[in-house]
Structures are given as C-alpha cells and as structure tokens.
C-alpha cells in the first residue's frame, strides 16, 4: 500500500491516531480497495474504533500495487506509540510539512513514513509491523432502537461536566429526556467520589429516537478521543444503542473520513436476556482466567470456539466483577479460526501487548469486504452496517447500508 | 438539618468560584461551617497538615440570593461539614455560565451537598446538572476544634508587598532553600531571607506601612512601645508560604501579615465579602 497525505490533511490523520491511542496500545492498517481503514481494539475487547479514510481524503491512494487479490493486500499491526510522535507537534507541522507518504513494503515488515518538509528536509521513519489478519466490528447500527445525532459541541458540553478520569457513565433515554451520569459499581459509592448527573431535553439534539426507554452504561475514557476530534472539526456525531448489555456506537461521517467508535456496554444484572445464550455461552463461564474469544456465526465446520471468561476483569471498568464485555462484543469481532488448537491467548490487559497474535492462528473473516457474502448465511451476519460509503463494488446489493 | 441556598448572579458566582478554588489549593480537606450569616472555610492545625491552620469567612448574603438554614438544633443554629473543597471547586468550574445554581445539603447514600446548576440549552427546556458531594457531618461534641482562631498576640504587624513581586521572590528563593525567613519591623520594613551552606539570599521590602490596629485592647496597645526598628521574625517552610501565594485567585483589597517573634506567620488577606487568614507555625 501506498498513499499521500497533503497539509491539512497530516494533522486530521494525526488526531485520528490520537484518538485511536485513547483505546488501545495498537493500531492496525488495513488497505482496501474502498480506502484505508485503521482500527484498534482494546485488550479486553469492549471497545473498538475504526477510522476509515477514502480515496478523497488522499493525494493519492494505491492500496496494493503489486497484486488483484483482496486477501493479498497486506494488513498490518503497529505500536501506537510509535506512530504518534510523528504526528506531534502540530504547530511545527502546520508550518513546515508539505506531504506525508506512508508506504507499506512488505518483503521488508516495515511501514514506512515519510514526511516531505520545506526546504528540502525529509523525514522517513521506518516502523516494523506485525502481519496480521483484519481487524473488523459488524455492527447493525440500523437495528438500534435509539439514535441520537448531534452536533460535536453538543456532546462536547455534556462530557465536560464529567472529570476526566471518570471511567464509566450511563447514558439513559426516554422519551421525556436523555441523561449522562457518572456510574460506580458499589453500593456506597458515595463515599468514594462526586456523582455527577447531566439531563437534557430530548430537544436539544438534532434527531432524537427513543425506540425503547434504557439506560446503558460505558466507557467514557475510550470515547473522548473520537469525540475531541469531531470537536476539532465541527463534524456532527451520531449515537446508536439498545438496551443495557447491547453495544453502543458513537459515529462521525464525512466526505472523506468515517469514523466509528464501538463500546460495550454493562449487562443489567437483574435481566439477563435469554437471547444471548449463544453455543458456547456455558463454556464461557467454566474457563477462568485465560480468555478468548468466541465465534458466534454458525459458518464453516472448522471454527475452533474460544470464550471470553465472563470474570475476567476488564481494563476499563473501575475492576468490577460483573463486566460482562464480550457478550455482546464477540458477536461483533469475528474471530475465525481455522480449525487448528489455539494458544489460547490471554487478553488480560498486561499480557495483551506482549502476547503476540499470529497470524497462522486467526484469520478474520471480513464480512463486509470479502468478495464472498452469501446471503444464506444467518441474519445476523448479513446486517452489516457501511463502513464504507458509496462502495462502487457489486457487494452494494444487499448487505450495506449507507448511513443517512 | 437543612440547609438550601442559592446563586443567581454571575458575578457572586464567579466570586464564589474563585473563592472555593483558591481554598482548595490550599488544602485537600477542609470543614465548612454553615451559619446563618455566614460560611466559614476552616482548617485546624494539625500535625498531618503541617500545623498549618485556614479561617476563611464569607458573608453569604453577598454571594447567595437564596439562604436557608436550620442547623443542629435550636441553640446551635450551624452546621459543621467535612468537605473536599476540590470537589466543590469541580463541581462549579463548569457551571460558570448557569442561570442559577442550588447547592443544598441531601442525604443520598451517605450525606452530600448537590449542586445543581440549571445551564442555557439549545431547547425551552435548560439542561440540568447535578454534581453530588460527599461530605461528612461534623457532630458538635467536635465543634470547638473548628472556633474562629484568636489574633495572636503579635510583635509587628505589617503589610505585605505587592503580591506578585512577593510571590516571584519567594518562588525564586524555593529553589535554594527550604526554609525562609520572613521578618519585619514597625517601620514598614520587611525582609525576605534564605541562608544556605553556599549561599544567603535577603531581599528588602521599604515603605510597606503597618497596620494601625486600634484601640480595642488588640496587642498593638503594647507594640506602639516597640522600638520601631527592631525586626520580629520567623522562619517558616517556604513551601507553605509558597503555596498560599500561588492558590490566591481573588485580589485582595488589602494583604497583611503578622509576625510573633519566632512563633508564628499570621497571613491575612481581605476582601469586601471575604476574609482569608492562615497561620504558618515556625520551624526552628
């Protein structure tokens, strides 16, 4: 893959990688033939982003030169903390950077930055990356019952009455109101800090749809990067979510970027729904301590099935017990595995970087790119939300769906 | 115990704000007294806080336009609160824009202050938020440990320089000491002074004037005896002197200080409605 960022567009790549950084520790490249994607997932896997940046957002994209085949395409993994020095210091960028080239050479594992500056200056940096297969979410953003849609500053001014080390909060809707309060799991949390409770009228945003009255907890920390950045260009941002235990996205669109940010969200421990035993519900709480992940589309007879431990402590909820994250985010990450015994690795957060992933052990199957989508596979699977907009591929059909 | 109050103006609640930020810098925890005049910042010196002590003392009817309180009982018409003043000072920070601001004092899963600011919205209806602080109540078998402190009886009473020079000075003199040396005289002369192995700093304040403190048997009655050139001093950690210069946030209309020869520093600051002292103990 190769392609060329321009001025402005340098500092927008810049903070989408910062926002990326809120999350998690790695981010993964993936060129498509649509534009390129660049995701991270977090170690306990309750939270997930995706900016998606289109051909128009470049000087020039090529996503592979060398081969046709999607499934050629290199996708790669790298170190946040690496790539986002090269995007600091924002005003010395604004100033003398003229173009960014970021070019993935594969024989070598390197991405390689290069930043053309005044005065004949280039900057390259090589990184090393690890291959991997594609990182993806599904998310049926249109099988939500509430959506809200806003412009940044609106939510700007709602989170900013929360301290910034506020882990979760909860957002709930009916149709007289919307409220944002801050949410600790013990009973007395009284004692350990301020509650802090925002309400607003329904009014306030500029589409309000309450589809059923609920009240979702998340995690802030991991959405206020998506949610500086669309501040940071005026763009609205659209909420999608169900009932507590469903996943909550957070989107912002434009011509040329997308993107989504994807928390889990607290299961209400009075009411389990019974929709979500899935096969393999009962071995994800008999395996303790290791985690996994599990596949939940019914597709292919070699899947290996790998649940994540229901106890598992999760990085960021204030260590609470009932954090019930992968019930419904492993229905999203689809994880394949081609049959072989998996090492089972451990995400817990201290391992996560250090445990390698290999690529031999897990292929994603990327639903909505794969040239391949039946649409005999389950429902489920086939309700995928757009990451793309405007695909000019013959997969348009059925199975995306532009957001309005 | 009730307790519902009231903000409606901007101004007072700015004011208010800047108050409680400048309180919070200067201490994690602190007790607010409630009275019906008045409310009563208070920090008793202790060995955990340094000896440090803070009496800051506001009359609320300059700052609420709404005040209610019924106190523990008939004959002790107060309240007495343990508080974070940080989570006061959060709590107002982003409130700085509302139409009205209701602090009272609740009882959620343990007792609290809310606040709630009602803010200007894009709709008919105004967007609400409510911050619930934790507090402590204070039971008055506890109270004499709160009482307003005694004028010390003090050997020179002086006013201070302008702040910001007093405070560049002091900030400067931190990176070579730990200890300073504050003395002055009744002849408006104050000096500043570090003393190292490698190094003595003294820096000379002229023509501060003092205080005329009156005839209402307050120690200057004895002082105006004194020989107006001889110098009171104490030595005091630099750091707290420090960080009472750095906390203020409000202006004050007139700073002072008084010195108890190597006893203590008694800083007090004053505003129209608000009046901030804090006591500094000698170190030896």
């Known amino acids: 893959m190769k392609c060329i960022i321009e001025g402005n567009g340098i500092k927008v790549f810049g903070k989408a990688v910062h926002a990326l950084s809120r999350i998690s520790e790695e981010i993964w490249l993936d060129p498509l033939e649509e534009g390129l994607a660049v995701r991270t997932v977090n170690s306990s896997q309750s939270a997930y982003a995706c900016f998606f940046f289109t051909p128009l957002f470049f000087q020039q994209y090529i996503p592979d030169p060398d081969t046709q085949k999607d499934c050629e395409a290199v996708k790669c993994k790298l170190n946040t903390k690496c790539v986002l020095p090269l995007f600091r210091c924002v005003s010395w960028r604004e100033r003398s950077v003229d173009r960014c080239e970021i070019t993935i050479k594969n024989p070598d594992s390197r991405v390689i930055f290069q930043f053309h500056c005044r005065h004949g200056i280039t900057k390259t940096h090589n990184l090393g990356y690890q291959e991997c297969e594609a990182l993806q979410a599904v998310f049926p953003a249109h099988l939500c019952p509430n959506v809200l849609k806003s412009h940044s500053k609106l939510l700007g001014d709602i989170v900013v009455h929360f301290p910034i080390s506020q882990e979760e909060v909860t957002l709930s809707i009916s149709s007289l109101k919307v409220a944002l309060k801050t949410f600790y799991e013990e009973e007395n949390s009284c004692i350990k800090g301020m509650n802090t409770e925002l309400m607003l009228h329904p009014d306030e945003f500029d589409y309000f749809q309450v589809g059923e009255d609920s009240a979702v907890t998340f995690c802030l920390k991991e959405l206020r990067g998506l949610l500086s950045f669309a501040e940071s260009y005026g763009l609205p941002v659209s909420c999608h979510f169900g009932v507590a235990g469903q996943p909550v996205s957070f989107t912002v669109k434009d011509m040329m970027l997308e993107a989504h940010v994807v928390l889990s969200t607290l299961t209400d421990p009075d009411h389990e729904s019974p929709s979500q035993s899935a096969p393999g519900d009962d071995c994800s709480v008999t395996i303790s301590k290791t985690s996994t992940v599990e596949i939940s589309t019914s597709e292919g007879p070699m899947e290996a099935e790998v649940c994540i431990a229901d106890g598992e402590r999760v990085a960021s909820s204030q260590g609470s017990e009932v954090f019930h994250p992968a019930l419904h985010m492993r229905k999203m990450i689809q994880l394949h595995a081609p049959g072989e015994i998996l090492p089972r690795p451990s995400l817990a957060p201290e391992s996560a970087l250090t445990t390698p992933i290999t690529p031999a052990t897990f292929k994603i199957r990327s639903l909505l790119f794969g040239a391949v989508l039946s649409d005999g596979v389950d429902g489920n699977t086939a309700d995928l939300p757009s990451l793309v907009c405007g695909s000019d591929t013959e997969e348009d059909g059925g199975s995306e769906e532009g957001h309005r | ?284």
């Open chain 2, 1 to 284: 115990m009730k307790f519902r109050a009231k903000i409606i103006d901007v101004g007072c609640l700015n004011h208010f704000t800047r108050v409680v930020n400048t309180v919070s810098k200067l201490t994690k925890a602190c007790v607010l007294r409630l009275t019906c005049d008045h409310l009563y910042f208070v920090l008793s010196g202790k060995v955990a806080t340094g000896g440090v002590s803070m009496w800051c003392e506001l009359s609320q009817v300059n700052f609420f336009d709404e005040f209610q309180l019924e106190g523990v009982s008939a004959d002790a018409n107060e309240i007495f609160l343990e508080v974070a003043p940080e989570n006061l000072s959060r709590a107002l920070k982003t409130a700085q824009n509302a139409k009205s601001v209701k602090i009272k004092l609740t009882k959620k899963n343990c007792p609290c202050l809310t606040l709630a600011a009602e803010l200007p919205s894009l709709s008919s209806v105004s967007r609400v938020v409510t911050h619930d602080i934790p507090v402590d109540v204070i039971p008055r078998r506890l109270w004499h440990d709160f009482r307003e402190p005694q004028m010390p009886d003090f050997d020179v009473s002086i006013y201070l320089p302008p702040l910001k020079t007093m405070k560049s000075v002091v900030d400067r003199m931190k990176n070579l000491s730990n200890y300073l040396v504050i003395e002055a005289n009744l002849n408006g002369e104050m000096n500043l002074k570090i003393e190292t192995d490698l190094v003595s700093v003294t820096t000379h304040f002229k023509e501060l004037g003092n205080p005329p403190w009156g005839d209402d048997g307050s120690p200057s009655a004895s002082a105006s005896h004194r020989d107006t050139e001889l110098m009171a001093q104490t030595r005091v950690d630099i750091r707290k002197l420090q960080q009472f210069l750095t906390g203020q946030q409000v202006n004050p209309s007139r700073a002072m200080c008084n010195i108890v020869h190597k006893r203590i520093l008694h800083l007090i600051f004053l505003h129209e409605d608000v009046s901030l002292q804090y006591f500094i103990p000698a170190v030896m």
